[in-house]
Structure formats: C-alpha cells, structure tokens
C-alpha cells in the first residue's frame, strides 16, 4: 500500500500491437496483424430500421473515414445545450462499413476493436448482434471469427445513441476514436494480454517481468513465447524463451543492464518483441514500446521519479480538440500537448475519462506523466442521462479494462477512480463505492497509486472515503493543504487534483480592474482574477504549494479550452441539470490557459513564469487604447527573471523585483477571508496611456536576458499566415495549423481586428476546421472562412494521401492578401 512512502516500479509497455505475423504460408503473413479499419465507412445522421442488416441499403448514405464526430459539423444552436457545446450531439447516428475478408483468414481469429465509440455502440456484423458498450470513453474488441465470410464481402453496422443530458461538456457523437481490424493465427497473444513491470530498478540493472496471456492454448496446443527486448538504437538488450501453462500463460524475469530510464526529460523508450511459437512455427508476433522507471510518492516529501524530486506541474485536459471537436487526432493531440509542454507542463490529468491511446502514446514519447480518471459519477446522477444509468452494470468491466489497456504505459502514473463524486455526501455509498473501484484497479494493477478529486470539505475526508485511495485529490482546496487535511488523513499524500478555475478570454482586457461574475461582452477580462466562486487565482495556488512542499503539485483546470461548459455563462455550476443557454451563444470553457485554437492567454505565461526555467518575460495588456477611463492603464509582467523594468517609448518606467514587489489583486472565493491579495507572481505598473511602445526586459544578476515588445498598432492592412510546419505527411491525417493575424501597414500585430478571412486551400489537402479562439460565437468550425478575434484566427488543414504542396491563399475586404504553402511528403 501507497501510506506513507512507499517506492513503486514499473516497466511499462505502450500497447501498439504492431505486429504481423511470419508463417510458414505466404498469403498468411501478409494479412496477419493489426490493420487500420477507419478507411472508407458510410455514415447515417438519424436512426434506420434495418440498417444493422448486410442487405441494407447504404447507397445514399454519406461516405467518410473515420475518426468522426457528427456533432462537431453543427450547426451551433439555442436549441441544443451550451453546457455541451450548443451542438447537436445527441441522436442516432449508424455508421456501416463494407470489406472484403481475405481467403486467407480462413481458419483465423478475426478481431474487431473500436478504441472509443460516443455514445452507447451497438455494434453487428453480417446481420449478427455483436454486443452493446455504453461508455464512449472504453476501448472494446469483438471476435468476429465465427460471422465473417472469408472470400467474400462482409458488413459491420454501428449504432451509436448518445443521449440529452448524459454530460456536463461535450463529448462529441460518432466513432470518433480508431478502429481496428485483426487477423491472427488460432495461438495468439490476448487483447491486452502482455504485461511487464520492473520489480527492481537501479542504476546498473533492471528487471523486467513479463507475462503473456495466449488465446488458443487450452485447445490442447502447447506454446513457447520468445521475447527479445531492444533498446532505442535497435540493440537486442535482453531475451528469454518460456513454456507457456496449460491455461495460456507465459510468465519471464528479463534483465537489462545499465538502464535508461524514462523521465519528463529523457522518455527513453525499449521495444519488446514477443513471439508466439507452436512447435517451430510462429504463430503471432506483436511488439510493444516501453520504458522504465521507478515512481515514489511521499507524504511528507513529495512526489520522486526515478529518485528525483519532482513537483507536478499539470493541467486537466478535457478529450476534444478544438474546432477538430472530439476526433481523436494523432496531430491535434500532439500539438496540444506541445504547447502544455512550452508553458512547462509535466503531467496531464485526462478529465474526466480515459483518454485515446494516441495521448497516451504521445505521452509517452514527451515525456509528460498523466493521471488516468476512469469517471465523472457513479451511481449518483449529476445530469439526468449520465453515466449514472450504467454504473452498476458496467463500472466494473469499464474500470478494469481501463487499467488493462493503459497499464504498461510508462507515463501513466496514478488511476483516478472518480471526479467530484456526489457520493462524497454519502458516508455509507462514499465508502463502499470508493473501497470497491479501489480494489477493481488494485486487481489488475498495484504498480500505480489510486487517486480521486474531491471537492467537499471535510466531509469524505471526516468519513473515511478519501482514505480509499492511495492519494487524496483535492480540488480547490488549497488553504486546506497541511494540518486540516492532516489531521483526517496522517499519512496518505495529497495531490491538488484540480486547482484554480480562472476563467479569461484571448486577448479581452476590462478596466478598471475589479471582480465581477459576469461581463455584457459575454467575455472575461485577462487579468485573471475572475472564476466561479469555487475559483481563485494561480496565484493562490502557488502560495499554498510554496508553503507545503509536501503536496505533490497541481492539475490546474484547465490547459485548454475546452467545449461547453461555458461558466460563468449560461448556467450556475455544476448542480445545475438543465441546459446552461442563458448567455447564448457562450457555448464553450473560458477556463484555459490557451484558447481553443491553441493560443496563449496572459495565463499561460503566468503558469510559464512559475514552471519553467528558460528566462522569460511576458507582458500584458494589448497597447491599443483609446476613449474614455483608458489614461491610466495597469500593466503586468510574468517573468522567470530577477526583475523586469518597462519601457514606455524608450522610457524607463522603473525596474521592479519578483518575489518582493507586489501586485493587488481584488479577489474573493469560498473561505478566502480577504478581498484581495497581494501577489508576489505578478509584476505591475500604473501607466499613464501614450501609444507608441511597451517594452519589458527581464533580468537576472543584473543582465538583461529577455525582453518583448508591443507596438500600438494602426488601422488593419495585412493579414500574416504562419504555419506551425511547413513539411506534413501524405497518410490522410495529418494536420498543418496555420496562425492567421492582422497586422497594419507596418506590420505591426492588431490586437483588436475582427476581419473576416476566406481561404482557399489548392493541393493534397483540404480544410479541416476554421476557429478563432471566441467562446461566445455560433460560427461554424466546418468552413472556409472566419472572423479574427482580437486580431487572430486559425485555419486547420488536413493532408491528403499524394504528396505535393498546398498552396493557401487568405483574403479579407480592405485587406492585402497572404499566401503560404506547405509541403506534403509521402508517408
Ligand atoms: C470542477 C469540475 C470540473 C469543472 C470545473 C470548473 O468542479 O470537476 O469538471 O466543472 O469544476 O470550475
């Protein structure tokens, strides 16, 4: 058990079953293994009678590959729920794909597995009921062997039923994660079915302890499992050659020499091959990515990798992308988690689900930890359709199939049984429930703490329920951190599960200073002090982090933007049942450090300014203003520096000093007994308004090490387009994002245009999204056009399968035109 310090080692293995078999036939290796079955599928917006059966007609149906989310398209409307998005992802929606099965498979297993399906699949094949999986979130596998028809044409039906008012965000509709098909030999490794930890790790030797779980053995086969380990240059580290049970079961103890170890710096990564012989054939053959290191969690110390104290630096993440909505997009993923990385993020909590396998794969080559949360309720319903309604069915099954898939993942380091749970109220149900989950992970996985959020006080932390898992996650209790939290809970280590809830829109900037719920403009000021009640400012959190060392770190809510949930518009919080259209059309999160195009509010520099030590200085707010009660304008400066000094047209405006001069922020939150704070995180000074230029240069040992400049810009002339690569891949998915601003005449960046951009995009790729980062709008994501907010918006385009190169041309009335290109390579 977890109490206290207890060291945790794990080798970890990223699940990608790459593997293609090598038989002794030759049309049998060439389908064995895992093959991508998204291509070609056609899709129903609305339910058919009959469409589960092969005959069906599917002619007029709208054909696409997958991943896809039907909700994302829109149209935004009033008449769907701001708290989800204010988008129609609620329905039926069917989905059916017709494929020829080889010859070949003949005699083999065949496998279906969807990594998510939104909501509530049920899935056939050839007119035959394969099963039902309600929650979107899981990963699930159906052996299709017995109903597909080698030789000949075969149908897969989905059906899929996301409901009303089944949750607090959106979550998109649509088989909007991967699909796989599988053709394996009878002898086969299990779904899921490799294991490894490391027992013992130092720095000269760990080992490695493998297990693998064969299908097809009981039949009265025997079976020999070969495993060789390589190590990043392809260098063959370890290997071993077990007998497998009568039951299926090889077990093996690999040694490997001189480690390298995954950390958040160097996420070394091995390969396993394991191969499956029966007699002196090989009957599967699968590798897998993994990594070693040691975790420790401490009470009274903190959080260790690999022996080295590590404070967590995270941020919760809802699943969707953006203007991509809930696609699963290796790319989008991929950039996300860059820029979370660039503010000097470590460790990513997957609020409130399990994630897709491409985060965590991709977490596992960045080197950023990550808290897998299996649910938002349990049996008690925070919405009316929520997953409440299959809790006492499914949560099981659903819990322990998420540890089964994510186990062996080097980044995943801690499971989250639940958020918020309404339980919590609940000592009896609290208890039983939290003790249960508990015991479900701990059954398949005692390598990774146990953790949950808790958001009351002192309630299940007086009950006994926080002490069901290995680590309290607290949310928004940052002055209960130390002696309250103590004295219920001596000796299990405290993590702040969710913090801050700031809410802030791109760019948007109110004077004078001054708290208030909400803003006619359906914005949120960037000075960063406004947030539910339940909210305070980073700056809070840092303090308290500061004075308890002891606390492991913090997920602070949220990294990005995020759709629906648009407080503190539309609705009251989260007991709030109903759809939250007040405001309409606020209709996403206000909450992120970056919007939902992935640009950097003020906040991600200030969190940047806390986590991360490259030398930085950031300045706020734009330097346009004109009218009335604009004379004096407050400026703020996050740095990592000693001391920033600001320039106002060349003129010094003084230096001030971090950590010693301080900055007033008017805030009040529950239990907060003052009004305001004084903020030793923020710099500031009250400037009497002349255009021209602000400029900060920070410094550290008196040398000036960092420095930016805002230039008071003219009318908008120009539009700039910056693409975030200008090579991408031609395998159909890929994505270049291309940052659209207006600038003036000079060039200068205008940060309040709100010019309509078309594009026009020639070449293998087409527009996947537009956006700009406004959570107030009902313009279209799917489009080839769009406003700039404060000055920017965000084209997205997706590679095609040729190579070439995609021309992109940005006009807007009055403006100049840009033009950019990108290079599409082959794959
Ligand atoms: C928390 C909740 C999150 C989100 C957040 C907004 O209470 O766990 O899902 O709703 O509040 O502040």
Known sequence: MLKNSVTVTSLCLSLLILGGGVLSAAEDSSILGR???????????GDVDGAEMA???????????LPHDWAIEGPFDVKYNARCGGLPFHGTGWYRKTFDVPTASAGKKVLLTFDGAMYNAHVWINGHFLGNRPFGYIEFQYDVSEYVKPGESNVVAVKLAPEDLSSRWYPGAGIYRSVWIDYRNPVHVTHWGTVITTPEVDQDEASVSVSTTLDGVA????????????????????????????????????????????????????TLQTKVFVG?????????RFGIRTIEFSKDKGFFLNGTHTRIQGVCLHHDNGPLGAIANRRAIQRKLEIMKAMGVNSVRTSHNPPSNELLELCDEMGILVQVEAFDVWKKPKVENGYNKYFEEWSERDIKDMVRRDRNHPSVFMWSIGNEILEQHSAKDGNRIAKQLNDYVKEIDTTRPTTCGFNWWPMPYKTGMAGQVDIAGMNYK??????PVNEYLPDTPVVGSETSSCTSSRGVYHLPIEKYQTHPSKQVTSYDIIGPPW???????????????????????????????????????????GYWNADWPSRSSYFGAVDLCGFPKDRFYLYQSQWTSDPMVHVLPHWNWEGEGHDVIPVFAYTNCDEVELFVNGESQGRKVKGKDLTKLPIKFNNYESDHMLSKYRLSWDVPYQPGSLRVVGYVDGQAVAEKEIQTAGEPAKIELVPDRKTINADGSDLVYVTVKITDAEGNFCPLASNEVHFT???????????????????????????????????????GKQPGEIAIQASSEGLAKATTAVNVKKH
């Open 219 to 270: 039949d009265g086969n025997t079976a020999t499992v070969q495993y060789t380990v390589l190590n990043q240059d392809g260098d063959v580290v370890a290997t071993d050659k077990v007998k497998s049970s009568a039951a299926g079961v090889t077990a093996a103890k690999l040694q490997v020499a001189k480690p390298q170890l995954w950390d958040t710096e160097e996420p070394n990564l091995y």
């Open 535 to 577: 909210a305070y400012p980073p700056d809070i959190e840092f303090d308290a982090l500061e004075e308890h060392p002891e606390v492991l770190g913090e997920y602070m809510w949220t990294g990005f933007d995020y759709l629906g949930e648009p407080t503190p518009y539309g609705g009251k919080d989260n007991s709030t049942n």
């Open 280 to 288: 002196d054939q090989v009957t599967d053959s699968v590798e897998a």
């Open 478 to 483: 940052p002055l209960s951190y130390g002696d």
């Open 55 to 65: 005959s069906h007609d599917d002619s007029e149906w709208r054909s696409l590959d």
């Open 35 to 45: 093959h991508s079955f998204n291509e070609a599928w056609k899709f129903h917006n």
């Open 761 to 799: 995009v020639d070449g293998p790729g087409t527009i996947a999204a537009v956006g700009n980062g406004n959570a107030a709008t009902t313009a279209p994501f799917i489009a080839d056009k769009r406003e700039a907010f404060n000055g920017l918006c965000m084209l997205i385009i997706k590679a």
